[in-house]
Every structure is written in C-alpha cells, then in structure tokens.
DNA sequence: AACAGCGTTCCATTATTTAGAACAAAGGAA
DNA sequence: TTCCTTTGTTCTAAATAATGGAACGCTGTT
C-alpha cells in the first residue's frame, strides 16, 4: 500500500472539509504527521494544482471539483442504475424499470428494464411510450416538477380505467402526497390488470432525471407486499442517485 | 517531491478523463510506468474508495465529486444564485451560467448552469474552463480585477477569432469601458459563433466572487435584443450580490 | 487444446520518504 | 521599538516504503 499517496489524500480531504484554509501545523497535529511531512505532501499537491498557500496558509483549488464535474458530466443513468436495478429485482422478482419525462407530451418513455423471472409479469418495451399521469414513473416525475408545469396540465386527462385520476385537482393532490412520501404508487390506473411504485433519480445537480419503477400484476399487489418492496425501491432510487452525484438529502 | 503521490493523481486523472474504464496495462503504458506500479496505486486509490474496480477495469467513483462539491458550496454563490438565475433564465430564455476568475491560469471556471429551452443555445458544460480575456463573465471579472494583476497579463494573449482581443491594451481599454459599464460583452471573441453578456457578484465585503452571463447563438444577438436582456442581467447579478450581503452600490 | 493477453502477486534492490533539529520570517506583547 | 513566541520552510542521516521484472492464475480466443 503506497501510504505516501493515502496520507496526500488524507491532506486533501481534511483541507476539502474545511471551511477555512489551514496551516502546515494545525493539518500535522490534526493529522498526526510531522510538520515536515505535511508541508512535502502540501508541496507536491501545490506542484498539480490541487492546492494553493494564501496568506501562509494552504486552501484547496478548484481543481478537484473541476475533475469530479468532468466525472459526473459523463455518466449515464442508465448505464449507472442496470447493476442497482439488477439487485433490486434479485430481491423482490418484479420487473424493473427506469423512465424520463417527456413534459411537452405529459408522457414517460422507458429507457431500461430489467425482467422478473415471474411467469406472469408485467411487459415494457424499451422506447415504449405512456401517459404520464396514470403510472407510477411518471406521477413520480411529475411530482417534482415545477408547480407552474403542472398548472399548465389541462383540466381533464385521458382516462383509462375507472382508477385512472383524470381530473386535474384530484391528480395534482395526489402528486402532493407522493412528493411528502418520496415514492408513487399505482392500481390499475392505466391498464386494469398492471400496478406498481416508483421514486425518482435525481443527477449530480440535484435535478430529477429518471424514475425508478416496479411493474407488477395487481394479482400480486397486495399492500403488505408493497410495504416491503417499497423501502427496497426507494433505496434502490437514492443509491442510483448516490452514484450520480446527486446531493444528499 | 513525493514522486508516489504524483503518480497517483497522474492515474486518477488519466481515469477521469477517458470515458471508459481503463485496465492496468493500458495505464501503465500510456503513463509509461510499469504494470506493478500501476496496479498498487489503483488499489491503493481503491482503498479510499475513489477508483472501483469493474469487470476487470477501473474507473473513477463519484468521490471526487463529493470533495469537490463541498468546496463549491462553501461559495455560498452557487445556493443563493439559483432561483435568481432559474427566474433570469425564465424571463429572457437563453442560457445564463455562473462563474468563477483563476487568476493564476487567467480562465474562468463555469460552477453553475441554468439551461435555456431554445433548441439552438450554447452548451457549457459545469466545471469547463475557459480563457478569460475572451468571455463575458471573464472580461467582467478582470475588469474589476487589482490593476497591478492586469499589468502582469502577457502582451499578447490567446487569439481565437478575428474578434479576440488580444492586445493586452486593447483589452485593458475595454475593461475600463466595462468597470465603467458594470457589465460585459461577447461577440465572437472566443467561438465563432457564440456571444454573451455578464455582470459581476460582489460578497458580504463587496469583493468580486464571481460573474453572471449569458450565452447566446450570434443569430441571436441582435443589439435591441441585448439591450432588453442587460438590465435584467444586470438587476440579476445585483440581486444575487444583496442575498450575499454586498453593500448596495 | 494451445495460446495470448490480462490482472495480480512476490521479493530483493534501491531510491524515496521520514522525523527531528535548525533556520527564517511573521505577529504579538511589553 | 524590541523581544519572544509561533509559524512556515529547509536540511540531513536513518530507515522505510516504492519499484519493476519475473512468475502466477485466469479468461477468452484461435
């Protein structure tokens, strides 16, 4: 173990954490390193950038951050959640899936599933379109868009089953629910026979990207069941969010 | 010189620059080291968790991410500006962005989007930097810069476009026009094809922290056009500057 | 089945890091 | 001001930790 390179780390982090630029002797006290040590260690990470002395004092730069932007403006949700998505559904063996909004057209479209080994199960296509307001995903979605977006829905929606919440009032204080809970669920809203869950996924700025869903036949969607899949959706949701970058909390 | 630190942040940036993960040997010979080397840095990397290993490749985890948004939230900036920059964006509709001056590389780095709707707008990624003397938030920041710093600039500078001022006088004379001003233009002057306008965020003790832009296609930028946008702009960045507690005026 | 390529482990050699003391420079107290 | 404390910095011998080549096991290919 290279424990030059931990200890450098180490620097970084506790000059990273805090708020304040700090001199070589209080990081070595705080530390537990030699003076000497530390001010080495501070030498090369000045040498790359990565901190800067002000005032006889060492701060970090924005060079870390600027690697960690370059980082997470690459990563792709879909890519990231397969494996979260792939645990989810060991656990629970319900079909899996991750869908955006379309806003202009108050729809979700599927971007990833993954399948239950169940015999009777709920199918999505990939690409695959729905309205947004009658299915877990998107009343998910649509929970955490702006307030004027959801004033500007039309009074009545389409309407699918006799569960469907076509009316505008009735859907927008569902959605209030859902955004207190974290999580949406649906009966029957949009086919009879299909229910589900959802929570959202947020990115690396915070900003909702996807929704995290579980698709299964109302014949096995009973509430006790829910309740325990539940907890595993929402944990499944955040941890994609985690690997996103998103903020905690 | 802590040669070991060295190379290991040389193979976390190599990481987190390819959009791929990367294997040993392929480190180890783009970095010209040997394949043990490489494979004990990255376990080493790996044990404080900013490298993970996958399907017998590493690739950087978010940490880096998680250090470095801790150093940009502590610029209090980046929370207060975006509901005003999400109100700014909402009003004229092209891409505002919020940035901060390295005066030692002379570049701005980009720490905060808000997107416009447009089809055709300027793309920036967060974290990007960019020559100062050719931007509008970075004219805007120099321009309030010591005037002993700006002597120091070379004489001439990076030129990009038929429109870049490079002369370091033709660029002093201009920033004297924008102090005077209290905001910034852009025709061109970096890409072809792409202008701006930005005005400067002051802090608690007035300092300049950072700036405030907007981006928008040439196409666009037509001088009423403009003329409509830069008060809103300005009253932005002021608006911004009063929530960080700057003295008015 | 043999091979080529990969990540990984091992270990003696060697170059590097280390800690303490000495030094210089800054800040505060008298 | 001058003295004294405390800080950052430099230096060096001693010791420790990093190095790279060779060997290993594994995977996927030809």
Request: with cysteine; net charge neutral; charged share 20%.
């Amino acid at each position: 173990m290279d424990t030059t390179v931990v200890k450098a780390l180490t620097v970084l982090e506790a000059l990273a954490a805090s708020r304040t630029p700090l001199g070589v002797t209080e990081l070595a006290t705080r530390l537990g390193l030699s003076k000497s040590n530390v001010h080495r260690l501070l030498q090369t990470l000045a040498s790359r950038g990565y901190v800067a002395p002000v005032e006889h004092r060492y701060t970090v730069t924005t060079k870390l951050w600027e690697l960690g932007a370059q980082i997470v403006s690459r990563l792709d949700v879909a890519q990231v959640a397969t494996p979260v998505m792939q645990r989810l559904v060991a656990e629970v063996d319900e079909t899996a899936h991750l869908s955006i909004l379309d806003m202009t057209a108050c729809e979700v479209v599927s971007i990833h599933n993954v399948e239950s080994t169940q015999p009777v199960r709920a199918y999505s296509r990939i690409g695959q379109r729905t309205p947004a307001h009658c299915v877990a995903t998107g009343k998910a979605l649509l929970s955490v868009q702006p307030p004027e977006a959801l004033r500007a829905l039309p009074e009545e929606l389409p309407r699918f089953t006799p569960h469907t919440l076509w009316q505008r009032d009735a859907l927008l204080a569902a959605l209030e629910k859902i955004r207190a809970d974290g999580y949406s669920t649906n009966v029957g809203e949009w086919r009879e026979q299909v229910g589900g869950a959802a929570a959202v996924v947020r990115d690396h700025g915070g900003r909702p990207v996807a929704a995290l869903g579980l698709t299964v036949p109302v014949e096995r969607l009973e509430p006790e069941v829910m309740s325990r899949y539940i907890p595993r959706l929402i944990a499944a949701a955040s941890e994609i969010s985690r690997l996103l970058g998103a903020p905690s909390r």
